[in-house]
C-alpha cells in the first residue's frame, strides 16, 4: 500500500509541470486529492491494517496530501505571477495617453465660407445676417422685381404657407434681401458681406434646393464700377495668395444696372493656352456668380438718395467654389451625409 501511495506520488509530481492553467490545475487535484481521488481513495483500505500499520500508514497519507496540496499551492502561485507578466507585457507604455474618441471635420461648404468671411473682413467688411424665412417683399418687390418676374414663380420660390400672418412669406431664393435690411437700418457708407443659406425648386448635379451664397455690398458717395473689379482683383489676391484677372460679363439682374457675371481667371491653371483643366473645364475662367451697380430704384426703396450715394453688390455661389476648390464632381455629395466623404476633408 506504501508503494501504491507512492507511485500515486510520483504520478502526480511528473503531471504537475505540465499544467498550463488554473483549471486544469483545479482538474488535476480532483483526480489526487478530491473525493474521490486515487490517493484519498487509499483510506478506505485502511481497516484492513493492524492498529500500528494503521498508524503509520495514515501518518503516511496525511504526510503526502499535504505535500501534494502544498504542491498545488506552489503552482498556482506561478500559474498566476506567469498570468500577470503576460498582461503586463501586453501594456507597452503604461504612461500613454488614453485613446480619444474620433475628432469630426468642418464641412467643406463651412471651410470655403469661413474662408471667404476671413478674407473679406480683413479687407475692412462687417459681416451682416438674415432670416431664412423672409418677406416675399424684401426678397423681391424692394429688390426691383416686377411682380411679374419668373423668380417669383412657384416653381423656383418655396412659398411658406404662413396662415396666420397676411404677410407673404418664401424661403430666401437669395442672400440679396440682407442688402435691403442692411441699408434700411444705415446710412451709407455700408460695406457688408452677407454669407448664408438659400433655397430654391432646383435639383440636379450643379443645382441643390439649399444651398449657400455670399452677397457683398458697398455703398458711398462716388462708388463706380471699377471700385468692384479693384475689390475682386484684391480679393483674389488675398484668398488665393495672388492676383488673378477678373472678367465682367453683360448680365440682367433686376436689382442692378448695369449688371453683369463676375468671372476670375482659373487659379488651378491660370489660363495655360490650350489647357486641358478639368476644373474650368479648359475655358481658363471660373464663374463667382453675378454683380453689378445698386439699381437707383432699390436705393430708393430703403430711402437712400441715388444722387448722392451709388454702390455695387455681389452675390456669389459658395458651394459651387467648394466644388471647383476640392474638385467634387456633384453638389449632392455635400448633402448626402455620408461620413466617409465629409472625412476626406479633415485637416
Ligand atoms: C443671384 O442669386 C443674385 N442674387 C446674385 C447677385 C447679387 C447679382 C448681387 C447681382 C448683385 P444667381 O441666381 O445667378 O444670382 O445665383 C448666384 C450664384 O448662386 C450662381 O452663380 C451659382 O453659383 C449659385 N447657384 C444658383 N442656383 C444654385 C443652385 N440651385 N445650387 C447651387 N448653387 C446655385
Redesign the pocket.
Known amino acids: 500500500m506504501l508503494d501504491q501511495l507512492n507511485a500515486e506520488q510520483e504520478r502526480f509530481l511528473a503531471a504537475l509541470p505540465e499544467i498550463a492553467d488554473e483549471d486544469a490545475l483545479y482538474q488535476l487535484q480532483v483526480t489526487y486529492i478530491g473525493k474521490k481521488g486515487s490517493i484519498t481513495g487509499l483510506s478506505k483500505k485502511l481497516g484492513k491494517l493492524t492498529v500500528d500499520e494503521r498508524k503509520a500508514f495514515g501518518a503516511e497519507l496525511n504526510r503526502v496530501k499535504k505535500a501534494v496540496q502544498a504542491a498545488l499551492d506552489g503552482r498556482r502561485e506561478e500559474l498566476r505571477e506567469a498570468a500577470r507578466a503576460r498582461d503586463l507585457a501586453r501594456v507597452e507604455d503604461l504612461t500613454m495617453p488614453a485613446k480619444r474618441p474620433p475628432r469630426g471635420s468642418l464641412h467643406p461648404i463651412r471651410i470655403a465660407q469661413r474662408a471667404l468671411i476671413d478674407t473679406f473682413r480683413r479687407m475692412g467688411f462687417d459681416v451682416a445676417e438674415g432670416p431664412h424665412v423672409e418677406h416675399a417683399n424684401f426678397n423681391f418687390d424692394a429688390?426691383n422685381f416686377q411682380p411679374d418676374h419668373p423668380?417669383r414663380d412657384m416653381q423656383d420660390t418655396f412659398v411658406v404657407d404662413d396662415r396666420r400672418g397676411s404677410e407673404d412669406l418664401v424661403l430666401r431664393?437669395?442672400?440679396?434681401p440682407v442688402?435691403i435690411r442692411t441699408m434700411l437700418g444705415r446710412t451709407p457708407p455700408v460695406r457688408i458681406i452677407a454669407p448664408g443659406t438659400?433655397f430654391?425648386c432646383?435639383?440636379d448635379a450643379?443645382?441643390?434646393?439649399m444651398?449657400?451664397?455670399i452677397?457683398?455690398?458697398y455703398v458711398d458717395r462716388g462708388v463706380t464700377m471699377a471700385d468692384l473689379k479693384a475689390t475682386m482683383i484684391q480679393f483674389t489676391a488675398a484668398f488665393f495668395g495672388r492676383s488673378l484677372d477678373i472678367r465682367l460679363r453683360p448680365?440682367y439682374?433686376p436689382?442692378?444696372e448695369p449688371?453683369?457675371?463676375l468671372d476670375m481667371q482659373c487659379p488651378f491653371c491660370e489660363r495655360a493656352q490650350g489647357g486641358t483643366c478639368s476644373v474650368c473645364k479648359g475655358t481658363g475662367w471660373i464663374?463667382?456668380?453675378?454683380?453689378?451697380m445698386?439699381h437707383p430704384a432699390v436705393l430708393e426703396s430703403v430711402g437712400v438718395d441715388p444722387e448722392v450715394y451709388t454702390g455695387?453688390?455681389?452675390?456669389?455661389?459658395?458651394?459651387?467654389?467648394a466644388m471647383l476648390m476640392y474638385q467634387i464632381p456633384d453638389?449632392r455629395q455635400m448633402f448626402d451625409g455620408d461620413v466617409r466623404f465629409l472625412r476626406s476633408f479633415s485637416n
Open positions: 429688390l423668380a431664393t437669395h442672400t440679396s442688402q438659400v430654391r432646383d435639383d450643379t443645382h441643390s434646393p444651398f449657400h451664397q452677397e457683398g455690398l448680365s439682374f436689382f442692378v449688371g453683369a457675371e464663374e463667382l456668380g453675378g454683380s453689378g445698386v455695387w453688390a455681389f452675390g456669389f455661389g459658395i458651394d459651387r467654389m453638389l
